[in-house]
């Protein structure tokens, strides 16, 4: 993603308080979550300046996929953009949302969110069979590092029903199915972690 394309933020200061602790794994209603992103006032600001203001938060969607069958948890080395975060383990998938997510939608944030998506999500898979089936979770925030700071998380529980069709794209190098059980002994990035908390 370019650093000149405009992503969905959300103002901080709008946010509550409890969305934004050091550490925050927040189950709640997808129509709560939708009310209050709305209600904040969500804008499109330049990626590039959005990443160096605290001031807002980008809005991220951040599916786990699962094989319910195990259950087994989709994880993978992180190699994409985000240099920041390489070398880390991670459940997490999907990204911005942008301002062309949004004139693809129908009407409304969440039409807004579900094209953003299913864009990241067809971007990191090379093969994503269906029937998958998603369901928001809750939200998740850290305050620890200079990534946390300025993205938030919209978790979504993502079934995938044939995983043996999943095939992976470049960036979810190593990418494997682990017991979910298991998937806390690994070394996760700060937002899998959170994420698990309230799958």
């Excluded at 087994?72 to 953009?81: A, N």
């Excluded at 911005?96 to 299913?118: F, I, M, P, Q, Y």
């Excluded at 993205?151 to 029903?161: D, I, P, S, T």
Aim: net charge negative; hydrophobic share 35%.
């Amino acid at each position: 993603m370019s650093l000149e394309e405009h992503v969905l933020c959300v103002p901080r200061q709008a946010l509550p308080a409890s969305w934004l602790e050091r550490r925050t794994a927040l189950s709640l209603p997808y129509e709560r979550c939708l009310e209050i992103l709305t209600g904040a006032g969500c804008c499109y600001k330049a990626r590039g300046d959005a990443e160096r203001d605290p001031h807002y938060k980008q809005v991220i969607p951040y599916a786990v996929a699962l094989d319910p069958r195990g259950p087994q948890v989709g994880c993978y080395q992180r190699k994409g953009s985000e240099k920041r975060l390489h070398g880390r383990a991670s459940v997490g998938l999907g990204g911005h949302v942008t301002r062309e997510d949004a004139r693809a939608a129908s009407n409304g944030l969440a039409s807004v969110l579900a094209c953003g998506l299913r864009r990241e999500l067809s971007e990191e898979f090379e093969s994503l069979p269906e029937p998958y089936h998603l369901s928001f979770r809750g939200i998740i925030n850290e305050e620890e590092s200079a990534v946390g700071e300025v993205h938030l998380g919209l978790v979504f529980r993502m079934e995938v029903l044939t995983p043996e069709g999943l095939r992976p794209g470049a960036e979810l190098h190593g990418f494997q199915w682990i017991p979910l059980s298991q998937a806390g002994r690994h070394p996760l990035e700060l937002w899998s972690r959170l994420a698990l908390e309230i799958l």
